[in-house]
Nanobody, 114 residues
Framework: VQLQASGGGLVQAGGSLRLSCVASGTSSSLNVMGWFRQAPGKQREWVAR???????NYKDSVKARFTISRDNVKNTVYLQMNSLKPEDTAVYYC?????????WGQGTLVTVSS
């Protein structure tokens, strides 16, 4: 399975970005898809996840600002990020797997300026 993330960029605080991640290969077994991020000098952290049935979970600090969704026909997971804050600046990685996060994309950089 290959994951290709896109949609990162530079945005001002309060702005929005939408990340996308397309899965290719044996993508039919990807029950769970999600997003992680790694800020400079920090460890990678989980941000959000979604099952193929649409069940979602979020890190507390992004709840009500970020929305994860997926299109099972297009094998794509999205992360709509609103009300962005400078502390959201990080490389965002998509990940997927059958029950755990087994596959990883290359990351897309999100920079939020104050």
């Amino acid at each position: 399975v290959q994951l290709q993330a896109s949609g990162g960029g530079l945005v001002q605080a309060g702005g929005s970005l939408r990340l996308s991640c397309v899965a290719s290969g044996t993508s039919s077994s990807l029950n769970v898809m999600g997003w992680f991020r790694q800020a400079p000098g920090k460890q990678r952290e989980w941000v959000a996840r979604i099952t193929n049935g649409g069940l979602t979970n979020y890190k507390d600090s992004v709840k009500a600002r970020f929305t994860i969704s997926r299109d099972n026909v297009k094998n794509t997971v999205y992360l709509q990020m609103n009300s962005l804050k400078p502390e959201d600046t990080a490389v965002y990685y998509c990940s997927a797997g059958s029950t755990t996060f087994d596959y990883w994309g290359q990351g897309t950089l999100v920079t939020v300026s104050s």
